[in-house]
């Protein structure tokens, strides 16, 4: 019906779970769950279910949490009620020694629930990747970066893409993260710190005193010592306000490219943080949907078995436009998704009638000054080129 075709010899595998998606941080809060069920209805519209094999995530069971996460941070997890009475204890309440219940990582109806489903979600794609019976995974509910073994933040409680790279490294020797949320990939870095089987790199805003989290300055690349195997093994590039596909293509082709020489990953896992988009709400910089699956199209050409991840995004139809154009490109089918978007859709009413233009076509929020000088972009390149220099290939 709509000239889609499963290609031939090449699995796309594709992980969701609607019960996810009900789920409410709190009214005005910036992350929306339903965000996935705009999104997957736009896929859906462009008939790319017919082209990819859909599972139903499970949720995840308390023994694979606790794979990374530590018993007590997911016992507390799994106790917790909105609004609990606080409780004293030495040095503090259980809330504020796992960073839970403030305004970024509130305490909500079924948060347990919601964090075992984006987990679960991940960790099957993860599995499939291994098996063999996917060659792309989806998981756009995961991508929560910032989680730690023992604290929620910015969002996230439990790190999905540490538990999912946990599971590649069972069948993969060594495998590449790649991190395009406008956030740094805080909580993955940290994860595999120490470790040469995993190399980390975030694309990230950063300004240590005003831009959440804060870290992954150019020279952040992992403690380094004599007896840390994963010393040079974290890159980072730090960037600033209004940066363009075109500045970010060639940063990003680069880098990876360099990377992808010298480290030669076996898998790579990439997180596809849609808050990287002009117009964002949390976001700073001026990416186009174009732009966003660049990224993802330079990553499918390197021919590796990949799970694609969500992470941020806090302008839903924003969104939902590129997480269905990179599963597009995902399945090989974007020339034929161009250009019209289907007029008899379910979630026409969240988008304006402008905006059903062409889905590359569209231009995303007003656009910012481009604070990225040139020269500071090539010395990114040439700091990360030494970096590379001190990985054994
Ligand atoms: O900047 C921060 C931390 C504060 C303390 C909490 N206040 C609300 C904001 C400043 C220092 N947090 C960031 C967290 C960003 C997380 C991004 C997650 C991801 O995209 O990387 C991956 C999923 C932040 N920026 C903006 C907000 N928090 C924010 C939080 C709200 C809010 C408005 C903005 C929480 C509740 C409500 N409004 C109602
Ligand atoms: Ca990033
Ligand atoms: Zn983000």
Same mark, same amino acid.
């Given at each position: 019906?709509?000239?889609?075709?499963?290609?031939?010899?090449?699995?796309?595998?594709?992980?969701?779970?609607?019960?996810?998606?009900?789920?409410?941080?709190?009214?005005?809060?910036?992350?929306?769950?339903?965000?996935?069920?705009?999104?997957?209805?736009?896929?859906?519209?462009?008939?790319?279910?017919?082209?990819?094999?859909?599972?139903?995530?499970?949720?995840?069971?308390?023994?694979?949490?606790?794979?990374?996460?530590?018993?007590?941070?997911?016992?507390?997890?799994?106790?917790?009620?909105?609004?609990?009475?606080?409780?004293?204890?030495?040095?503090?309440?259980?809330?504020?020694?796992?960073?839970?219940?403030?305004?970024?990582?509130?305490?909500?109806?079924?948060?347990?629930?919601?964090?075992?489903?984006?987990?679960?979600?991940?960790?099957?794609?993860?599995?499939?990747?291994?098996?063999?019976?996917?060659?792309?995974?989806?998981?756009?509910?995961?991508?929560?970066?910032?989680?730690?073994?023992?604290?929620?933040?910015?969002?996230?409680?439990?790190?999905?893409?540490? @538990? !999912?790279?946990?599971? =590649?490294? +069972?069948?993969?020797?060594? &495998?590449?993260?790649?991190?395009?949320? #406008?956030?740094?990939?805080?909580?993955?870095?940290?994860?595999?710190?120490?470790?040469?089987?995993?190399?980390?790199?975030?694309?990230?805003?950063?300004?240590?005193?005003?831009?959440?989290?804060?870290?992954?300055?150019?020279?952040?690349?992992?403690?380094?010592?004599?007896?840390?195997?994963?010393?040079?093994?974290?890159?980072?590039?730090?960037?600033?306000?209004?940066?363009?596909?075109?500045?970010?293509?060639?940063?990003?082709?680069?880098?990876?490219?360099?990377?992808?020489?010298?480290?030669?990953?076996?898998?790579?896992?990439?997180?596809?943080?849609?808050?990287? @988009? !002009?117009?964002?709400? =949390?976001? +700073?910089?001026?990416?186009? &949907?174009?732009?966003?699956?660049?990224? #993802?199209?330079?990553?499918?050409?390197?021919?590796?078995?990949?799970?694609?991840?969500?992470?941020?995004?806090?302008?839903?139809?924003?969104?939902?436009?590129?997480?269905?154009?990179?599963?597009?490109?995902?399945?090989?089918?974007?020339?034929?998704?161009?250009?019209?978007?289907?007029?008899?859709?379910?979630?026409?009413?969240?988008?304006?009638?402008?905006?059903?233009?062409?889905?590359?076509?569209?231009?995303?929020?007003?656009?910012?000054?481009?604070?990225?000088?040139?020269?500071?972009?090539?010395?990114?390149?040439?700091?990360?080129?030494?970096?590379?220099?001190?990985?054994?290939?």
């Amino acid at each position: 019906e709509y000239g889609i075709v499963r290609p031939k010899g090449y699995n796309v595998t594709f992980h969701t779970n609607p019960e996810m998606e009900k789920h409410h941080f709190g009214q005005t809060h910036p992350m929306k769950p339903w965000r996935l069920t705009l999104s997957k209805s736009l896929i859906m519209s462009y008939g790319m279910p017919y082209a990819m094999n859909n599972y139903i995530a499970r949720t995840a069971t308390y023994e694979e949490l606790n794979d990374y996460h530590s018993q007590d941070y997911l016992d507390y997890l799994g106790t917790v009620l909105p609004e609990p009475v606080p409780r004293d204890v030495d040095g503090g309440t259980n809330e504020m020694r796992f960073n839970l219940g403030g305004s970024d990582c509130p305490l909500f109806e079924g948060l347990y629930d919601y964090c075992s489903m984006s987990a679960g979600g991940s960790l099957d794609a993860a599995r499939k990747v291994c098996n063999k019976e996917s060659d792309i995974a989806i998981s756009w509910g995961g991508g929560l970066h910032h989680a730690k073994k023992m604290e929620a933040s910015g969002f996230c409680y439990i790190n999905d893409i540490v @538990l !999912a790279i946990l599971q =590649l490294l +069972r069948c993969y020797p060594r &495998v590449l993260y790649i991190d395009i949320d #406008v956030h740094h990939g805080d909580g993955v870095e940290e994860a595999f710190y120490s470790t040469d089987r995993v190399m980390t790199c975030s694309f990230h805003k950063y300004d240590p005193v005003s831009f959440f989290p804060g870290t992954g300055a150019l020279d952040d690349n992992g403690p380094k010592n004599e007896y840390n195997p994963g010393a040079h093994h974290a890159i980072n590039v730090p960037l600033n306000d209004g940066i363009t596909d075109e500045q970010y293509g060639w940063l990003f082709e680069n880098v990876i490219g360099s990377i992808v020489e010298r480290f030669r990953p076996s898998a790579i896992a990439l997180q596809c943080g849609a808050d990287s @988009l !002009a117009g964002d709400r =949390l976001g +700073r910089f001026n990416l186009q &949907v174009q732009g966003h699956g660049q990224c #993802v199209a330079f990553c499918k050409k390197l021919g590796l078995p990949m799970i694609l991840f969500g992470g941020g995004g806090y302008t839903p139809r924003n969104v939902a436009r590129a997480w269905t154009w990179e599963t597009a490109i995902a399945l090989g089918v974007d020339k034929k998704i161009n250009p019209v978007i289907p007029q008899h859709t379910p979630w026409r009413e969240h988008f304006r009638q402008e905006e059903l233009l062409p889905t590359l076509e569209q231009i995303l929020g007003d656009p910012k000054p481009n604070k990225n000088p040139q020269k500071r972009i090539l010395e990114i390149v040439q700091h990360v080129q030494e970096q590379l220099r001190f990985v054994q290939h």
